[in-house]
């Protein structure tokens, strides 16, 4: 998942002293009676499969092995055939483990491709009120690493899955789901991985992947389901003032780091201009339907014509600049030697989320024009994975409209643009329509993901195993 979202507040009130106890307990009857027509059979074993992923260390340094074989046993026990599923890895990084699994249809189509990760990011128990690699619950919260990012969706997958085929279902179209490794470090172990070695088991004409989009919730209320339909593009530069250096007590006027911070100045003025897509303009359209006064009047202005002076005025939030333009920032810093020498060398970072549709070359000659000096190096970091955005198609559209509304009717539905990013950049590149399709509602000022106490709450978790499983079943029986 995206890892630059803030940190979250709980998303109910009133949040009494957290008191951990043991997953033995069954699932609050609390949780049960506010999920709508969720299927409290399903819920003893999406719960105990969280625990158990959520027990299983999958950062980076361990792998995702131990995980993948354990979704291989719950795979099998529930009736799949080995032929069925696929346990694949590179040959240079085997503890990378991705499982493959299909539920074979009546080939009316090209199969849908469900996704999701099984690697985390690392936790340290000495910073969290709770073990970290033990799911607890706690007040209505189950805590964990990977509850959110995503093993709690990896959870309602696999669930859903192995319900649908309990029931004899068999799709319009196959139902591939992969469980897959890196994610979260180089993503090379993962989908990429699968698309350039074992492409013919993962190819699909829909794609939904479950580490983007999803529910918005703040204060006990439900604001809107966004399906993502594309994600901002991940480059990063390196700028570099290079210099003879010397002794410092005799100090010279080109001075490798004041060279460097005069050109950091000017990226941090630098501003690109708006730039919507029909993601972007449909989301402020359905989104002023939400908001009031002169918010909402400047996001219908934006969404009919870019106008500048609502654009300016909505730019001032962080959230919505990000959503108007590709944006470039500062992110590392280093220069210089020894305490008592001129630098030699002086070097940032800046890192840029672009626009789909904007091609990379255009940013950085925007970069260079700003920094205005020859004699500063900019250069790529490293190659950089374009990622088209995915049309917002009246038949997707409908997909989630219909999903999402059969368990909260009314509720608004609309397309979104992730500013982060997520493995969807390597389906789309692949020519593969992808849509972000998270299950588990959460509140925007209380994301835990890649921090202490990361956590969903069960009242969610319960739910979004319910709309996992309405979702699979509805993609797989589109023609």
Known sequence: M??????????????????????????????????PAVRAQDLPAARATLAELVGINTVQKNGTRVAAQAVIRRLRAAGFPDSDIRLLAPDAAPDQANVVVRLRGKGAGKPVLFLAHLDVVEALPQ???HDPFTLTEADGWYYGRGTMDIKGEVAAILTALIRLKQEGFVPERDIIVAFTADEEVTDYDGVDFLLKTH??????????????????????????????????????????????GGHSSVPRPDNAIYRLAHALERIEGLRFPVHLTDTTRAYFTRTAALEQGQTAIDMRAVARSADRQAADRLSMNPERNANLRTTCVATQL?????????????????????????????????????????????????????????????????????TVQSMWPGLTVMPVMDTGGSDSVYTRAAGMPTYGAMSIFYDPDDIRAHGRDERISVRAFAEGVEFTYRLMKAAALMR
């Open 127 to 129: 910073d969290w009120t």
């Open 199 to 244: 492409r013919g088991l993962i190819d699909a004409g829909l794609v939904l992947n479950a580490d983007a989009g999803g529910g918005t919730i703040r204060d006990g209320r439900r604001l809107f389901y966004g399906f993502q339909t594309s994600e901002k593009i991940y480059a990063a530069f390196e700028v570099e003032a290079t210099n003879p």
């Open 334 to 402: 280093s220069g210089g030697h020894a305490e008592n020498a001129l630098p030699q060398r002086a070097k940032a970072t800046v890192q840029c989320r672009v626009i789909p549709g904007e091609r990379i070359e255009e940013v950085k000659a925007a970069l260079a024009e700003a920094i205005g000096d020859p004699g500063i190096a900019l250069t790529e970091i490293r190659p950089v994975v374009p990622s088209p955005e995915s049309p917002p198609t009246p038949e997707v559209t409908a997909l989630f409209t219909q």
């Open 2 to 35: 995206m890892p630059n979202r803030p940190a979250r507040r709980a998303p109910f009130p009133g949040k009494a002293r957290i008191a951990a106890r043991s997953l033995s307990h069954a699932i609050p009857a609390l949780a049960l009676l506010f999920a």
